[in-house]
């Protein structure tokens, strides 16, 4: 059984501040995306990652790719309030089994 | 733009009861994907068409659980005699087939059993 483990599970920063959060997994998969969720809504794609090494940048977040796609990271910049939500890492470990295995997430609070 | 749209939002219903959910994915898309989540985990994938055909079940996916494509285009997922523990948000995906095969979500329908 495939396992994402996402840390740190909750967050809690001031506007203004840096932060970082992980998926990690002892598994390799094909792609990797990263969800935003907010309450009683469905998940929200950020980005898909596919090439070990990989770098993508959206305005102030960067997401990377472990280079052996086992693990995944997203750094947001100057954090703001409109930031606030559930991240989801969610991996795809290809061939004909195109199903998503979700980390629990990481809820992130941005204080004004 | 049309994205996955999910009806109802919201269903309350008795234990025991018969729930019916529909979904309708991003037109061109040829895949589509049922979830599950509950409070405090991710999303569990529970089934999965490529067009009208269902190619994969979850063991989460109980004989009182059955979803349908039957024209590859909209789906539907019914839950028989439901029971407490079905209480969750029921999230549906939908991707075309390429080489990331990216999942768009819905807005996901949430169920609550009492």
């Known amino acids: 059984t495939q396992l994402l483990e996402q840390s740190p599970q909750f967050l809690s920063i001031q506007e203004g501040e840096n932060l970082t959060v992980y998926c990690n997994s002892s598994?390799?998969?094909?792609?990797l995306q990263w969800y935003r969720q907010e309450p009683g809504e469905g998940p929200v794609l950020l980005v898909t990652?596919?090439?070990?090494?990989e770098v993508k940048k959206l305005k102030r977040l960067t997401f990377q790719f472990g280079d052996a796609r086992k693990d995944s990271s997203l750094h947001i910049t100057a954090a703001q309030p409109g930031d606030t939500g559930l991240y989801l890492c969610?991996?795809?470990?290809?061939?004909?089994?195109?199903?998503?295995?979700f980390g629990k997430g990481t809820l992130l609070t941005v204080n004004p | 733009d049309t994205g996955v749209s999910q009806d109802p939002r919201h269903k309350i219903t008795k234990r025991g009861q018969n729930v019916t959910f529909r979904c309708d994915p991003i037109?061109?898309?040829?895949?589509l994907y049922w979830y599950r989540q509950t409070l405090g985990q991710g999303p569990e994938f529970l089934t999965y068409?490529?067009?009208?055909?269902?190619?994969?079940k979850s063991r989460l996916l109980s004989d009182r659980f059955s979803a349908e494509r039957p024209k590859g285009s909209f789906s539907t997922l019914e839950i028989q005699r439901t029971e407490q523990g079905d209480s969750a948000m029921y999230l549906c995906?939908?991707?075309?087939?390429?080489?990331?095969?990216?999942?768009?979500f819905g807005p996901g329908t949430r169920l609550t059993v009492l």
């Open positions: 037109s061109e898309h040829n895949r």
């Open positions: 995906a939908s991707s075309l087939a390429g080489f990331t095969d990216t999942q768009y």
């Open positions: 990652v596919v090439t070990g090494g």
């Open positions: 598994s390799v998969f094909s792609s």
């Open positions: 068409f490529q067009n009208e055909a269902q190619l994969e």
């Open positions: 969610a991996g795809d470990s290809g061939g004909s089994n195109y199903k998503l295995t």
